[in-house]
């Protein structure tokens, strides 16, 4: 029997209008039915909390549902939390603590970090700084098959989570929020992440937690940001939504995409991140430089001085693999069209010159991303991914203008041609008779005018001749 979902409610910035967000709780559960809990983000309490917080505090008044809430983020409310490691600060109302995990007894765990971004050492009372962000992972990710925690809470946004999505309205994720939220929200893959401080309302689209193709499929996480409590902008500072905890959840429900899922906004930002802590390459000597043989053993490295380590004699060159048969693709064979090729890049090769499995090309590719500290994601989008996908997997793949990424999985028979019968159905190019790719043949005069009429169009958009 399935768990039944806990119905939960997050809200912004409530800055100490406590009658206005209870107010409005009542209101929805009036409407809709009692929810589990309310999940605050962002400043609690602020100048003109006294009065209301008052009688809160003295148990005059009782929140309508249990409320958990976030710690300061300036040094004036902080004298409103007794205990900054957390506490109970009236019925109903609990301080969850500078950071970590509460896991309640459903189930249900979510992690937690008070305040704002500080560079300073220890952190002041009211902000967190990276030690902080960096205990609170090693606590979390050193728990045995750790895979994510349902729900983080904080206060500002995660820099960069506008990247690969829709737009974030007037708010610039480049250049708001904390970079040590992104980073804590990579790690800990949330399946809702919540915030505030920016007095705005942003619901980002799902984004993914694993490489497409290289790593096994993980659940989706989704960032909401939250506005304050009752502005006159009327954007919307609570939200409602159902959740059952991951841990009772069945493992392929679990980790279904949904079609609108993007990829993950932070991995350029960690990959930065990797590349600024790592070495350049072995020893650290800044001027050692490698390349790629695919004459060589697959995962070796050429120094390129030419010298080979150790006392070894040298090896007579291997002569390059022979096509076993006609191959239209490989620049090296001579039944390749080179009069319909628009550009050779010097740095990527997704087609090799010399006729290789897709297996080989995979391991090539691997090595030297490995060799260079390039992420294979990098790969300009002109490279072609079937040289990258595992070998022997058939699959059929699409990259919308939109940016979205569909990809599918064969299993049993397949049209052959179904994408080029899609492209020419009456719905999209209207041209019926294009699916059959021998009915598009021409001339070779008429195709190499092609080639050229594209070669001098797509010259701006030609990731090989930038520098």
């Not at 609990?94 to 971004?117: F, K, M, V």
């Not at 500080?118 to 992972?137: G, M, N, R, T």
């Not at 500072?237 to 990829?263: G, N, R």
Request: proline fraction near 8%; hydrophobic fraction near 35%.
């Amino acid at each position: 029997m399935a768990a039944a979902p806990l119905r939960v409610l997050a809200c912004g910035d409530v800055e100490g209008r406590l009658e206005a967000l209870f107010g409005r709780v009542r209101a929805v559960q009036s409407k809709s039915g009692r929810f589990d809990m309310l999940l605050c983000v962002g400043s609690f309490f602020g100048s003109t909390s006294a009065t209301e917080w008052t009688e809160y505090r003295t148990g005059a008044k009782k929140a309508p549902i249990p409320t958990f809430v976030l710690g300061a983020n300036d040094p004036e409310t902080m004298s409103y939390f007794p205990d900054i490691s957390g506490c109970e600060l009236a019925e109903n109302i609990t301080y969850l603590g500078r950071r970590g995990l509460y896991s309640g007894t459903s189930g249900l765990q979510i992690a937690y970090l008070s305040g704002i971004e500080s560079q300073d050492e220890p952190a002041p009372a009211y902000s967190f700084s990276a030690k902080d962000v960096a205990e609170l992972k090693t606590s979390l990710l050193s728990t045995p098959n750790f895979k994510g925690v349902d729900i983080l809470l904080t206060s500002p946004w995660p820099r960069d989570v506008g990247t690969f999505a829709n737009n974030a309205g007037e708010i610039d994720t480049k250049k708001c929020g904390s970079k040590l939220v992104s980073d804590l929200a990579a790690s800990l893959k949330p399946r809702y992440h919540f915030a505030a401080l920016e007095k705005a309302y942003y619901e980002r689209l799902p984004y993914r937690n694993h490489t497409v193709l290289q790593e096994t499929p993980q659940h989706v996480s989704r960032f909401i940001a939250l506005a304050d409590v009752g502005n006159t902008s009327k954007k919307k500072y609570l939200y409602a939504f159902s959740i059952v905890p991951m841990s009772l959840m069945d493992p392929a429900e679990l980790v279904k995409q949904p079609q609108d899922v993007t990829e993950n906004p932070y991995q350029k930002s960690r990959k930065e991140a990797q590349k600024s802590r790592a070495p350049l390459c072995a020893e650290e000597e800044p001027a050692c430089q490698y390349f790629f043989d695919l004459n060589k053993h697959q995962g070796k490295k050429r120094p390129s001085d030419g010298k080979e380590g150790g006392n070894s004699q040298p090896k007579q060159a291997k002569k390059p693999p022979q096509p076993t048969g006609p191959c239209w693709f490989c620049l090296a064979s001579p039944e390749v069209e080179k009069h319909l090729v628009v550009s050779i890049g010097t740095h990527v090769i997704p087609v090799p010159l010399d006729h290789c499995t897709s297996e080989d090309i995979k391991e090539s590719f691997i090595a030297q991303a490995q060799d260079q500290q390039i992420d294979l994601l990098e790969i300009p989008e002109h490279s072609d991914i079937t040289q990258l996908a595992p070998p022997g997997t058939p699959y059929f793949y699409v990259e919308l203008d939109t940016g979205e990424k569909l990809f599918h999985r064969i299993r049993g028979r397949f049209p052959l041609h179904f994408g080029r019968e899609v492209l020419a159905s009456a719905a999209l190019l209207a041209l019926p008779q294009r699916a059959d790719w021998r009915r598009c043949a021409a001339e070779r005069p008429q195709e190499a005018a092609q080639a050229r009429a594209f070669r001098r169009d797509f010259q701006p958009f030609d990731f090989a001749l930038r520098a």
